[in-house]
């Protein structure tokens, strides 16, 4: 393992399993359990980088598929990597782009040697192996990358999660092999769908590739969370316990505690910013919809308490009026709202983990928050 990399947990919940740790990186040091805005496009939409810094943001994540097709790996590589294109000195890290070659190109082909695809931007074919993978995440920079992975859709049969299974166990020792850079991360993704044998067959798997953290794949695709805490529940006595869990696009308040709870560290989600432009806040008692009508004369804060810039200086009637106007305003102040929100909420976790109280913490955080408001 690169010695760049290392992680140790500090303090373990005696209650459940929560855990808070230092993952050390070439770009800095990062405190766990984490929410990690997505910069899909090398942006995190909306924001500038010194407004991320300034609501706590310590990692981003950049999408390899996207950055593939436009700009182009290449020219990323030319400008100095991701941190110099995109004026970011923190860590970052970039998924394989496996989940949007399958949510996003309707026709595709998959094989053992690769999967072949259409943009979505125009239609061009292409033509990704996990070698490839591998050299366009080593151009894009990322500290922590993520291996090449078939992705399963909720409902599938076990026959097909099997076959994903296999597919990205090949795929994981191809990458493995061919990632070569001593300064990033390369994660294994596990995979399995809803199926507990093939979740546990696929740790298996990962396990002899995983040197400094192992990612969680596959979930939050559409089935019911209690499905997903359930797999979380089967997996966290199987995961490596001294390195860091990643939980992939799964980014909802209540899926965070609930996620962080399970021994996850790492979780990221587009779901701040892209509620933030439908004019939806996160707040600690569930969603509020600041759009609707009956905030056009409420002059309070998004959030009574929040410390984040926008509930600091505006109120729900002046954003209201913004989204309602399409004014681009509206959607940043919201988003910087969200997000500072989750990475709050993540800080807050971490400080009941270190002060032991997390078990209270977490009933205190679900007594007060309204499920029914919770589904985006």
């Known amino acids: 393992m690169s010695n760049l990399f290392s992680y140790e947990v500090i303090k373990e919940c005696p209650h459940t399993g929560a855990r808070a740790g ?48 436009r700009p182009g790996h290449e020219l990323v590589k030319k400008a100095g990597g991701l941190h110099k294109f995109m004026n970011w000195d923190k860590p970052i890290l970039t998924d394989s782009g496996g989940f949007q070659v399958f949510s996003l190109s309707n026709l595709r082909k998959v094989s053992e040697e690769g999967v072949e695809f259409r943009s979505h931007l125009n239609g061009e074919k292409h033509f990704i192996t996990p070698e490839k993978d591998m050299e366009i995440q080593e151009a894009l920079g990322a500290d922590i990358i993520m291996a090449f992975d078939q992705c399963t859709e909720a409902g599938c049969t076990k026959r097909d999660a099997e076959k994903a299974r296999q597919i990205t166990k090949l795929w994981l020792d191809r990458c493995y092999k061919a990632h070569k850079t001593e300064n990033q991360m390369l994660f294994p993704i596990v995979q399995g769908n809803v199926y507990k044998d093939l979740r546990a067959e696929c740790v298996k798997d990962c396990l002899p590739y995983a040197k400094c953290g192992i990612a969680i794949g596959g979930l939050s695709v559409g089935e019911e969370k209690s499905v997903m805490y359930d797999i979380l529940d089967m997996l966290n006595p199987l995961l490596p316990k001294n390195q860091p869990r990643y939980l992939m696009g799964v980014g909802s308040p209540d899926c965070l505690v609930e996620g962080f709870a399970r021994g996850v560290d790492m979780m990221d989600c587009v779901l701040p910013t892209r509620i933030a432009r439908n004019g939806t806040a996160f707040t600690r008692k ?11 004369e409420d002059f309070s804060p998004l959030e ?18 913004l989204i309602n106007a399409d004014e681009m305003l509206g959607a940043q102040l919201l988003s910087i709202h969200n ?14 983990i270190l002060g032991d109280y997390f078990k209270e913490f977490k009933e205190d955080f679900t007594s007060n928050y309204d499920i029914s408001k919770s589904r985006f």
């Open 22 to 69: 230092i993952f050390h990186t070439p770009h800095g040091d990062i405190e766990t359990p984490i929410f990690m805005p997505v910069g899909t496009q090398a942006t995190v939409k909306g924001l500038t980088p010194n407004q991320l810094k300034e609501i706590g943001s310590q990692i981003i994540l950049s999408n390899t598929y996207h950055l593939y097709l």
């Open 286 to 296: 569930g969603k509020l919809v600041v759009k609707n009508a009956s905030f056009k």
């Open 304 to 321: 009574e308490g929040c410390q984040c810039y926008t509930c600091k200086n505006f109120t729900r009637a002046y954003i209201r009026h």
């Open 339 to 352: 997000l500072y929100h989750l990475i709050q909420l993540a800080h807050d976790c971490r400080e009941a």
